[in-house]
C-alpha cells in the first residue's frame, strides 16, 4: 500500500509561493501516476492474454473481461474500462514518447488520451511518427490546453493518411445516435451525435427560431421549446403519449412524506413534482394511467422477492428486476438497464427467481459469464446484495437502492419501545 498521508499533508504555514509548487506537484505525480496504471493494465493483459493462451482459450474470446477489471480497479465504469486498456496498450506498445510525457508530467492523462484517439485510425508506423512528432520534444507540449493538442494531433494524422482520416470519418457517422441521461433539478440531458453538417443545420434552425420569435421566453427557452415542437409534432407544453413506470410511497402519494419518487430510467425525483405527474395523469382523459402495488421490506426498503422455475425470467419478474436495481448492478456503473439475468448462470444450476437475478447492462452481463468471474446474492437486513469476484481474486460488493419512501416501524418495534420506556420510569 503506499503511504497517502505524505501526499496529502499540506503544512498550513507555507506561504503563496510554496503552496502553488504542492499543486503543482501534486498535479505531475497525477500525472506520473496515470503512466504507471497504463503500464500495469498493459501488463495485466499480456499475462491473462498469455495464460488464457496456455489453457486453449479461443484467441477471439482471450483478453475478455480485462477491461472491467480494470475499471473496477479504479472504480470506474466498464465502458471507461475499455478506454483506460486501450489507452493503456497504446501508450506502451506504439507511443513511448506520450508515456514519457505523461511520467514526467509534461502531459495530463486526458491530453495524452486525446493524442492517443486521434492517432487510433493510423498504423502503427504513422502512430509511431505522430508521437515522436507530437512529444520527442517535451517543449512542444508546453502551454497547450485541450483544443490545441487534438488539433495538432489531427493536423499531423491528416499530414500522414489522409484517407484514414477520411475513413474514420465514415465510419463515425454510421454511429450516429440520440441519447439521453437525467440531469440536475428533474431535466434531462438529450443528446444527439450527429454529422458535422446534419448538427450545424439543426443549431442553426433553432437559433434561426429563436431570432424570430419575440416573447417572454429567453433564447435558450425559445431553442428548446422549439426543437421538442419540431419532433414531437405538438406543442412543447403537451407531453408525448409515453409510457413512464413512476415507483412513489403511498405515505408521500396520498399522505405528508416528502421522499422522492423514482422515475425508471431517471432517477429520484421531488416528490412534490411526481404528485403533480401523477395528478395530472389521473385528470386528463387521453391518459391511460394504472397502478401496480409493490411491497417491500419494512427496515431496508428493498422490494420483496418473487420466484418462478422458468428459464427465462418472466416478464413481471424482470420488470420487478428493473424496479429494484434501477441501474446495472457491477460497482461504478451506472449504465442503463438491458439484460435481466442470472447470476449465477443456469448452466452452474442457477434458480430463476428474485434473489439471483441482476438487472445488468450488456457489456457487464457478458463480462461476468468470462473464465474466472463469479457472482453471488444474498439478502442482508432485507437488502438485495450481490459480490463480484474477478478472476484475480478480487471482491466487489453491490446493494440494490432503497425505494422511495421513510423506512416503517412495525408495532412490535414500537411495543418494545413502550415497554422499555415503561421499565425505565418504574426503575426511576
Not at 445488468?360 to 463480484?388: D, I, L, R
Request: hydrophobic share 40%.
Amino acid at each position: 500500500m503506499f503511504d497517502m498521508t505524505a501526499l496529502t499533508s499540506v503544512d498550513p504555514l507555507a506561504d503563496e509561493a510554496e503552496l502553488v509548487e504542492v499543486i503543482a506537484e501534486l498535479e505531475r505525480l497525477k500525472s506520473a501516476a496515470a503512466a504507471g496504471q497504463a503500464r500495469a493494465a498493459a501488463a495485466l493483459d499480456e499475462r491473462r492474454r498469455a495464460a488464457e493462451a496456455a489453457a486453449g482459450v479461443p484467441t477471439k474470446q482471450r483478453g475478455r473481461g480485462v477491461s472491467s477489471e480494470v475499471a473496477l480497479a479504479r472504480q470506474d465504469s466498464p465502458s471507461c474500462g475499455n478506454r483506460h486498456l486501450g489507452f493503456a496498450k497504446a501508450l506502451v506498445h506504439e507511443m513511448p514518447y506520450t508515456l514519457a510525457a505523461l511520467e514526467r508530467g509534461a502531459l495530463s492523462e486526458w491530453r495524452a488520451t486525446l493524442i492517443v484517439r486521434e492517432s487510433a485510425c493510423l498504423t502503427v508506423e504513422d502512430r509511431r511518427t505522430l508521437d515522436a512528432e507530437m512529444c520527442a520534444d517535451l517543449g512542444n507540449l508546453e502551454g497547450k490546453g485541450n483544443n490545441r493538442i487534438a488539433a495538432d494531433a489531427k493536423g499531423i494524422a491528416c499530414r500522414l493518411d489522409v484517407q484514414a482520416v477520411v475513413d474514420r470519418a465514415a465510419k463515425a457517422e454510421a454511429e450516429r445516435n440520440v441519447t439521453c441521461r437525467p440531469a440536475p433539478d428533474a431535466m434531462t440531458y438529450v443528446t444527439a451525435l450527429l454529422p458535422v453538417k446534419q448538427g450545424v443545420s439543426v443549431y442553426a434552425a433553432l437559433r434561426r427560431a429563436a431570432d424570430t420569435t419575440f416573447d417572454a421566453r429567453s433564447r435558450g427557452q425559445v431553442m428548446a421549446d422549439t426543437l421538442v415542437e419540431r419532433i414531437t409534432g405538438r406543442p412543447a407544453e403537451v407531453p408525448e403519449p409515453v409510457a413512464v413506470n413512476l415507483v412513489i410511497s403511498d405515505q408521500t402519494l396520498l399522505g405528508g412524506d416528502n421522499c422522492p419518487a423514482l422515475v425508471d430510467g431517471y432517477g429520484p425525483i421531488p416528490a412534490e413534482i411526481a404528485r403533480n405527474l401523477v395528478s395530472a395523469a389521473a385528470g386528463d382523459e387521453r391518459s391511460k394511467a394504472s397502478l401496480r402495488r409493490l411491497y417491500r421490506h419494512p427496515t431496508s426498503g428493498a422490494l420483496v422477492a418473487m420466484e418462478s422455475r422458468s428459464r427465462c425470467f418472466p416478464k413481471g419478474l424482470a420488470m420487478f428486476i428493473g424496479l429494484r436495481d434501477q441501474t446495472c448492478r457491477t460497482p461504478y456503473c451506472d449504465a442503463p438497464i438491458r439484460h435481466r439475468d442470472h447470476a449465477v448462470p443456469r448452466n452452474r444450476r442457477g434458480p430463476t427467481h428474485a434473489l439471483n437475478g441482476l438487472g445488468m447492462c450488456a457489456q457487464c452481463n457478458y463480462t461476468k459469464e468470462s473464465p474466472g468471474w463469479e457472482v453471488s446474492t444474498c439478502e442482508e437486513n432485507g437488502a438485495h446484495t450481490a459480490e463480484f469476484a474477478t478472476p484475480t481474486g478480487a471482491h466487489y460488493r453491490s446493494t440494490a437502492p432503497p425505494l422511495p419512501g421513510t423506512p416503517l416501524i412495525t408495532v412490535s418495534e414500537v411495543e418494545i419501545r413502550i415497554g422499555v420506556e415503561l421499565a425505565d420510569l418504574h426503575a426511576a
